[in-house]
Protein backbone atom coordinates (compact mmCIF):
# COMPACT_ATOMS: atom_id res chain seq x y z
CA UNK A 1 0.00 0.00 0.00
CA UNK A 2 1.33 3.47 -0.83
CA UNK A 3 -0.50 6.69 0.86
CA UNK A 4 -0.18 9.88 -1.54
CA UNK A 5 -0.57 13.28 -0.12
CA UNK A 6 -0.98 16.00 -2.46
CA UNK A 7 -0.68 19.82 -1.04
CA UNK A 8 0.03 23.54 -2.64
CA UNK A 9 -3.35 24.30 -4.50
CA UNK A 10 -5.06 27.04 -4.74
CA UNK A 11 -6.31 30.25 -6.54
CA UNK A 12 -3.58 32.15 -9.14
CA UNK A 13 -4.24 34.39 -11.62
CA UNK A 14 -3.25 33.68 -15.19
CA UNK A 15 0.54 33.46 -16.28
CA UNK A 16 1.06 33.09 -12.78
CA UNK A 17 3.18 29.70 -10.71
CA UNK A 18 2.32 27.28 -8.13
CA UNK A 19 4.22 24.37 -6.88
CA UNK A 20 2.29 21.25 -6.16
CA UNK A 21 3.95 18.84 -4.01
CA UNK A 22 3.29 15.18 -3.14
CA UNK A 23 4.29 12.79 -0.39
CA UNK A 24 4.46 9.18 -0.58
CA UNK A 25 4.68 6.57 2.25
CA UNK A 26 7.16 4.94 1.12
CA UNK A 27 9.98 5.55 -1.55
CA UNK A 28 7.96 4.59 -4.33
CA UNK A 29 10.65 5.84 -6.69
CA UNK A 30 13.91 3.51 -5.59
CA UNK A 31 15.32 1.67 -8.50
CA UNK A 32 14.42 -2.31 -7.94
CA UNK A 33 15.62 -5.38 -9.61
CA UNK A 34 12.02 -6.15 -10.74
CA UNK A 35 11.35 -3.36 -12.50
CA UNK A 36 10.40 0.25 -12.94
CA UNK A 37 7.95 2.31 -10.56
CA UNK A 38 6.73 5.84 -11.68
CA UNK A 39 4.88 8.30 -9.96
CA UNK A 40 2.99 11.71 -11.77
CA UNK A 41 -0.10 13.81 -11.64
CA UNK A 42 -3.44 13.52 -13.56
CA UNK A 43 -5.96 16.60 -13.48
CA UNK A 44 -9.62 16.82 -13.91
CA UNK A 45 -11.59 19.61 -14.87
CA UNK A 46 -14.95 19.96 -14.69
CA UNK A 47 -17.36 17.83 -16.85
CA UNK A 48 -14.26 16.69 -18.09
CA UNK A 49 -11.83 13.10 -18.18
CA UNK A 50 -9.40 12.85 -16.01
CA UNK A 51 -5.88 13.84 -18.45
CA UNK A 52 -2.45 12.48 -18.03
CA UNK A 53 -0.42 15.61 -17.11
CA UNK A 54 3.25 14.80 -16.03
CA UNK A 55 5.21 11.38 -14.99
CA UNK A 56 8.56 10.36 -13.78
CA UNK A 57 10.02 7.01 -13.20
CA UNK A 58 12.63 5.55 -10.92
CA UNK A 59 15.40 5.37 -13.73
CA UNK A 60 14.50 9.29 -13.79
CA UNK A 61 12.53 9.81 -17.27
CA UNK A 62 9.71 12.22 -17.47
CA UNK A 63 6.56 12.66 -20.16
CA UNK A 64 4.48 15.38 -19.85
CA UNK A 65 1.23 16.00 -22.20
CA UNK A 66 1.75 18.57 -24.75
CA UNK A 67 -0.24 21.15 -23.33
CA UNK A 68 2.15 21.89 -20.38
CA UNK A 69 5.12 21.06 -22.19
CA UNK A 70 7.79 23.45 -21.71
CA UNK A 71 5.47 25.33 -18.78
CA UNK A 72 5.12 22.37 -16.27
CA UNK A 73 8.26 20.39 -14.47
CA UNK A 74 7.65 17.61 -12.57
CA UNK A 75 10.82 16.79 -10.21
CA UNK A 76 11.40 14.18 -7.41
CA UNK A 77 13.19 14.07 -3.64
CA UNK A 78 13.60 10.34 -3.51
CA UNK A 79 15.27 11.41 -0.10
CA UNK A 80 12.03 12.58 1.36
CA UNK A 81 9.43 10.59 -1.09
CA UNK A 82 8.30 13.77 -2.38
CA UNK A 83 7.18 14.35 -5.97
CA UNK A 84 6.70 17.98 -7.09
CA UNK A 85 5.04 19.82 -9.88
CA UNK A 86 6.62 23.05 -11.02
CA UNK A 87 3.40 24.80 -12.81
CA UNK A 88 4.68 28.39 -14.65
CA UNK A 89 2.76 30.45 -17.11
CA UNK A 90 -0.74 29.23 -15.98
CA UNK A 91 -3.92 29.40 -18.22
CA UNK A 92 -7.44 29.64 -17.50
CA UNK A 93 -7.30 25.99 -18.91
CA UNK A 94 -5.29 24.68 -16.30
CA UNK A 95 -7.84 24.79 -13.73
CA UNK A 96 -8.83 21.39 -12.72
CA UNK A 97 -8.34 18.85 -9.52
CA UNK A 98 -4.87 17.66 -9.82
CA UNK A 99 -4.06 14.46 -8.49
CA UNK A 100 -0.57 12.53 -7.58
CA UNK A 101 -0.57 9.03 -8.91
CA UNK A 102 2.02 5.88 -8.33
CA UNK A 103 2.46 3.05 -10.03
CA UNK A 104 4.11 0.21 -7.53
CA UNK A 105 5.08 -2.85 -8.33
CA UNK A 106 2.10 -2.89 -11.15
CA UNK A 107 -0.31 -1.31 -8.66
CA UNK A 108 -2.32 2.05 -8.77
CA UNK A 109 -2.42 4.36 -6.11
CA UNK A 110 -3.69 7.85 -5.91
CA UNK A 111 -4.27 10.74 -3.91
CA UNK A 112 -7.04 12.67 -2.85
CA UNK A 113 -6.72 15.89 -5.10
CA UNK A 114 -5.90 19.27 -4.81
CA UNK A 115 -7.65 22.26 -5.97
CA UNK A 116 -5.97 24.41 -9.02
CA UNK A 117 -7.58 27.88 -10.34
CA UNK A 118 -6.58 29.62 -12.09
CA UNK A 119 -8.78 33.08 -12.36
CA UNK A 120 -8.16 36.95 -12.23
Known amino acids: QVQLVESGGGLVQPGGSLRLSCAAS?????????????MGWYRQAPGKQREFVAG???????AYVDSVKGRFTISADNAKNMVYLQMNSLKSEDTAVYYC?????????WGQGTQVTVSS
Open 101 to 109: TANYYGADY
Open 26 to 38: KSVLSITPTGINT
Open 56 to 62: ITSDGST
